[in-house]
């Protein structure tokens, strides 16, 4: 089946302006995650989905960012004002549900450069 | 301190050598995962670990849950295994990962 998809593959933005990445997770995964990841390190977790509510958000860098699952498949990450910092790999995973240790399978992420 | 701590962060073997990773975490894990990143950034999942030991082809993964430490090897390497190998924990009931920094792996024909 259908891998996590995520578009677009890469964003080039001013700084100032508002980004959306979006991410298809696999079909019947119930939990949904944000990492970010700078060049030359390795993945930092955002924020996770369980369903359609935000199960932890504490890996927001700050209030310019927020995600959304409305409908617990297809997620939303929205950056506000993006600065030059933003820049970096945006990886979406999913899993079966996030409780019981079910593995994580990532998607090819969006590559996003704010100039 | 990084909670994920791994070494070396670059390796260079020649093909053929045995290739050993290692990964220690500072936190109580309730899995350890070890994914491995090709140039571009797909990330796969090679092992998901909570006890003992798993092998996969030329893969071997083990974790001793006392010492908080895992190694990952690759037995007879080859170019095509050239790549970013990376440990990440899940904490607990978190559902999220914690990563390492990764260790750059090139393997020289």
């Known amino acids: 089946g259908a891998g996590v998809s995520q578009t677009p593959s890469n964003k080039v933005t001013e700084k100032g302006k508002y980004v959306e990445l979006r991410c298809d997770p696999i079909s019947g995964h119930t939990a949904l995650y944000w990492y970010r990841q700078s060049l030359g390190q390795g993945p930092e977790f955002l924020i996770y989905?369980?369903?359609?509510?935000?199960?932890?958000d504490s890996g927001l860098p700050n209030d310019r960012f927020f995600a959304v699952r409305p409908e617990g498949s297809v997620s939303t990450l929205k950056i506000q004002r993006t600065e030059r910092g933003d820049s970096a790999v945006y990886l979406c995973a999913s899993s079966l549900t996030s409780s019981g240790g079910y593995e994580q399978y990532f998607g090819p992420g969006t590559r996003l450069t704010v100039t | 301190k990084n909670e994920v701590e791994q070494s070396p962060q670059n390796l260079t073997a020649q093909e053929g050598e045995f290739i050993t990773i290692n990964c220690s975490y500072s936190v109580g894990i309730s899995a350890l995962h070890w994914l491995q990143q090709h140039p571009g950034g797909g990330i796969v999942s090679l092992f998901m670990?909570?006890?003992g030991k798993k092998k996969h082809g030329r893969l071997i993964a083990t974790i001793n849950i006392q010492e908080k430490h895992s190694s990952l090897h690759i037995t007879a390497s080859h170019p095509r295994d050239s790549a970013v190998y990376i440990c990440?924990?899940?904490?607990?009931?978190?559902?999220?990962?914690?990563f390492g920094k990764g260790t750059k792996l090139s393997v020289k024909p």
């Open positions: 670990l909570s006890s």
């Open positions: 989905f369980q369903g359609t509510g935000a199960a932890d």
């Open positions: 990440a924990v899940r904490r607990g009931s978190q559902g999220n990962l914690i």
